[in-house]
Every structure is written in structure tokens, then in C-alpha cells.
Antibody, heavy 121, light 110 residues
């Protein structure tokens, strides 16, 4: 059974940093691209970032480019999102999601339960 | 990276059919067959209902179907049931190798 366990969220002050983790199990983690998707309270889904299966390709939404860094450790079956220079508008529930298929273009076929990031003074 | 355009809300009675549209551009919806649809119940993670425009994952009811014409994709739900009441989001790959979601549609089953 595929499982994605998001963690690392919390309350952080504007300008601060946080690192999210997503522990994966139930599939060959190193064979699949992964993404982070966020949802602000009461709002819709927003794609944040995608990383290829090898980690060699990374892609970001304009809203987080230069502040967030996606990475993965295939030996630990874990996905990360390093978030720096956090702003109030980054407050959201952050989901990690597995991408279907062999490339980075497929849909998000499995989702974590989400981890809440609150940016406030 | 403008969001795809979806109606804010749609409604239908049990047994009826409804269609949710998702309009983008030739740089996203119109340019690729990588359109997917997600169902989200309150307090739950999204669940994929349709992928690659019209494919249904294993376990998803055949009452759900997807299509695309030009820059607009559509999700149709036939034989509406109370459990279908949820928020629905479309998503597409883009020419910038990014992803974009629609603003979401709240489906109410009357």
C-alpha cells in the first residue's frame, strides 16, 4: 500500500525558515517524480514544486522560486521542501504527492495527509 | 502561471448529470493531454478521478468521465449521488514544465 507521511509543519515568523519532509513507502520511491502542492485555508490547490525521480530536474512555481528548494534522498525514501524567507501568504496545508508514470508529466496519483505551515508574528 | 478557469459552483439533483468545465490556453490544457481532475471532500486530501484527459483510475466509478476540446477540458458526472458532493479541481501540465490548477468548483447535490 502506498503511503506518504508529511511532517515538519508548524508556526514560524515572517522571514523564517522551515523544512518539510515526506516519508514514502509501498512503492519504489526512486522510480517516481514527486511534488509539493499547497492549499491556503479555505482556498484552492496550488502547485508548488516538482522533482524528477533522480533529483536532477526541479521545477518551481513563480510564487516560491528563489525561496523554496525541493530535494529528495532516495536512500531514505524521503522528499523534502526547504522553505526560506517565509511570508504570510505561504500559510497553507502542504501536501506531498506522487506522480504517476515514468516521467514528470503525469497526474498526482497519491497524496499525503498534509502538514500545516503557519507564518505569523 | 494563471490558474485555469472553472465555475465556482455547480449543482444537480440525484440521478442527474452535471459537467464542470476547465478553460486554459494553448500553453497548458490545449497543448497537452495531461489534464487531470481531483475530488476533495472537506478535511480530506484530494483524490484523482480522471487523468490524461479521459482515463479513469482503478476504483473510480464509471459515472465519472473526462474530455477535452481545444483549450477547454470537461468533467462529467452522471447519475449524481449524495457522496459526489465535494470540491473538484482540474490540473494541467504547462509549456513551462510547471503545473497549474483550476480555482475549484463546489458541487452541491440538491
Amino acid at each position: 500500500e502506498v503511503q506518504l507521511l508529511d511532517s515538519g509543519g508548524g508556526l514560524v515568523q515572517p522571514g523564517g525558515s522551515l523544512r518539510l519532509s515526506c516519508a514514502a513507502s509501498g512503492f519504489t520511491f526512486s522510480s517516481y517524480a514527486m511534488s509539493w502542492v499547497r492549499q491556503a485555508p479555505g482556498k484552492g490547490l496550488e502547485w508548488v514544486s516538482t522533482i524528477s525521480s533522480s533529483g536532477g530536474g526541479t521545477y518551481y512555481a513563480d510564487s516560491v522560486k528563489g525561496r523554496f528548494t525541493i530535494s529528495r534522498d532516495n536512500s531514505k525514501n524521503t522528499l523534502y521542501l526547504q522553505m526560506n524567507s517565509l511570508r504570510a501568504e505561504d500559510t497553507a496545508l502542504y501536501y506531498c504527492a506522487k506522480i504517476r508514470g515514468s516521467g514528470s508529466l503525469g497526474d498526482f496519483d497519491y497524496w499525503g495527509q498534509g502538514t500545516l505551515v503557519t507564518v505569523s508574528s | 502561471q494563471s490558474a485555469l478557469t472553472q465555475p465556482a459552483s455547480v449543482s444537480g439533483s440525484p440521478g442527474q448529470s452535471i459537467t464542470i468545465s476547465c478553460t486554459g490556453t494553448s500553453s497548458d490544457v490545449g497543448g497537452y493531454n495531461y489534464v487531470s481532475w481531483y475530488q476533495q471532500h472537506p478535511g480530506k486530501a484530494p483524490k484523482v478521478m480522471i487523468y490524461d484527459v479521459s482515463n479513469r483510475p482503478s476504483g473510480v466509478s464509471n459515472r465519472f468521465s473526462g474530455s477535452k476540446s481545444g483549450n477547454t477540458a470537461s468533467l462529467t458526472i452522471s447519475g449524481l449521488q449524495a457522496e459526489d458532493e465535494a470540491d473538484y479541481y482540474c490540473s494541467s501540465h504547462t509549456s513551462s514544465s510547471t503545473r497549474v490548477f483550476g480555482g475549484g468548483t463546489k458541487l452541491t447535490v440538491l
